[in-house]
């Protein structure tokens, strides 16, 4: 910035003289020329100050509607200003992160900052911008929301090998819920399910099996809080209506309902009356062993279709 400058040297001569100072700060405006007298001239001679002021600066920060991962920030608008520069950065955050930016034009006056991490205080600087120049700096912090704590997650309607889960929908914009369970002595597994599903059957479990179950909101920022849970799963249910026909010398017939839809080999063996010594055990598999035909599969189980500890605590 270039400033002409005409002074009066001197009451007698009323001499006019021009002078152009260069390089002036452009963060700087004109304001008012003082004169006072100065000791290394006579009394005629006036020398002159040049005073200036800042740029318009931003006024009055107002940080606003945090959540878990975003805040607004709104401000007062600067006389003159051609935009707004605002940068900012987490403070306390577990890894260090880079001061990211925003612009907006001269007539806005509040922006969203989004993409923020978790229960994690921001440092925020706002500038005006005068064409290139800037403003002194307005600092400010906000605080993001920790993640919302854990619902409840209710299992219910368990049988042997089924179970059905019911969880609080988590606030916020769930992108998905992962669902792990586990049974005692076994593999994790996992399921995913859309953000707006809270429910879920489980199947295919093991009979009289304890499970932990968890069920992950997730973000796009992550993970919040698990909703846990356990069960037990049920007995396999007993055959039901025993009937005994054909009978002869040496043979008879027996015939049953199936305790449940889903039990794939029954273990049937006997013995006579008043005794406790059950011989000649001996497995009828169902149709529901994929591979093989009815009738005893090799070396006499399903044990990948058959529910735990089902042949053993149920024969007949």
């Known amino acids: 910035m270039n400033l002409h400058l005409s002074l009066r040297s001197s009451a007698a001569s009323n001499r006019i003289s ?21 000791p290394q001239h006579d009394a005629a001679t006036t020398m002159y100050r040049w005073e200036t002021v800042p740029l318009p600066a931003v006024l009055n920060m107002n940080v606003y509607d945090e959540t ?34 925003v612009r907006v034009a001269g007539g806005v006056t509040n922006t969203q900052l989004v993409e923020l991490i978790p229960n994690t ?33 209710r299992i219910t309607d368990v049988t042997h090998s089924t179970m059905r889960l019911n969880w609080d929908a988590a606030p916020g914009a769930v992108r998905k819920y992962m669902i792990t369970y586990k049974p005692e002595e076994g593999e994790l597994k996992e399921v995913e399910v859309n953000g707006d599903v809270t429910t879920l059957q489980l199947t295919s479990l093991l009979s009289q099996t304890e499970y932990d179950v968890a069920v992950t909101p997730m973000y796009d920022e992550g993970p919040a809080a698990p909703m846990l849970g356990t069960a037990i799963t049920d007995v396999v249910p007993a055959p039901k209506n025993l009937q005994f026909s054909e009978v002869t010398h040496t043979s008879f017939r027996a015939t049953w309902e199936h305790g449940a839809p889903d ?30 035909s009815p009738g005893p599969p090799p070396g006499g189980t399903c044990l990948e279709h058959l529910p735990r500890k089902a042949s053993r605590r149920h024969p007949v």
């Open 18 to 38: 021009s002078r152009i100072v260069q390089d002036l700060t452009p963060s700087v405006l004109p304001s008012t020329l003082t004169s006072f007298p100065s």
């Open 68 to 101: 878990s991962s975003t805040m607004r920030v709104s401000w007062e608008a600067a006389a003159g200003a051609t935009g707004y520069l605002l940068l900012y950065r987490s403070i306390n955050a577990s890894e260090p992160q880079l001061e990211q930016e």
């Open 121 to 153: 205080e921001y440092s925020i600087t706002l500038l005006a911008l005068h064409g290139e120049s800037t403003s002194d700096a307005l600092e400010g912090r906000g605080v993001t929301l920790p993640l919302a704590p854990a619902g409840e997650l």
């Open 263 to 292: 039990v794939a080999l029954y273990r049937i063996s006997w013995t006579k009356k008043g005794e406790n010594n059950f011989k000649n055990p001996r497995d009828i598999v169902l149709p529901a062993c994929p591979g093989l």
